[in-house]
């Protein structure tokens, strides 16, 4: 096993083409779905381990330990090694270092989905400190046409998920960086186009057991341009994708924009 293809990580094509809008995309998955082991995990992990991870808010203990003891016990049941972990740790940081998927808890307090607490390691452009304690609406205030274009809203799809349900949702951004943290302003040049990146992060929503809680799951995909270009459908869709993004969308996704052009050169040369 290496690390996953486009493909095996995702159940759909992650590029939307037609008339932009985002959409909520939710897709239902198998438990055994849930998470995703590669060969990859113990980079990830070691990763990890380099940087400042749990957040939290005081109150998120016992929801964030239920998902602990959740996610050793999916992890246990697939014969999957559980690395040794300091138990001192708030459970949230626990979560995050044992699986290569980020982790964020949101709990419902006062009518409204908080984030509560989180192990992000691995952020795309975004500085997870500074969401603590917001809500969902609120968190995405940085989204353009986030209001406008996702109705019925976010959090009422948040309200509506049971215990049984385990759902998907992808979203996706070019980047010439190939490090897993995007959190820092970092400006690289990459000249070879088929090594510029098209990150992907596959999300998941479950109910954490016998609480108010949600978890939240970001995993990060990392594939070289060339990787795509292979996948005829896939680099059809990543054209058709960016030749759909609004003005307003590009000025949110700056990197995706400035390297949308010689994207879509690389990927419409068939020689
Ligand atoms: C429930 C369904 C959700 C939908 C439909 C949704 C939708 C979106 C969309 C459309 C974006 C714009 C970026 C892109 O896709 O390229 C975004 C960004 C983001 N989402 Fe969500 N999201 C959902 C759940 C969540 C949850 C539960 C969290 C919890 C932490 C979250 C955290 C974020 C963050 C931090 C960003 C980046 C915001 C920034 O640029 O500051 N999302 N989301």
Known sequence: MSRLNP????????????????????????????????DGREEDLLEKKKGPVGIHLPGSETASLTLLKTIEYWLIERSISLPVIDDSLHPIDQCGRLIQ????????ISDSWLLTAGSVCFPTHWDPTSKLGLSLDDIHSPV???NADLLPRPSNFMDRISDEMLVARTGWSLTACGELPLDRDHKIVQSDPSKLIVRVERQTLRKVPNSKAIAFTIRIHRWPLEVIKNDFALA??????????PEEVKGYKTETSELSQRVQKYLSNTK
Not at 27 to 34: D, L, M, T, V
Not at 101 to 108: I, W
């Open 7 to 38: 493909r095996e990580a995702l159940e759909v094509s992650p590029f939307d083409t037609g008339v932009f809008s985002w959409k909520m995309r939710i897709r239902a998955i198998q438990e055994n779905h849930w998470l995703q082991i590669d």
């Open 101 to 108: 998927e980020d982790v964020c808890l949101m709990e419902r």
């Open 144 to 146: 353009p046409r986030y």
């Open 236 to 245: 059809k869709d990543l054209v058709g994708a960016l030749q759909a993004l």
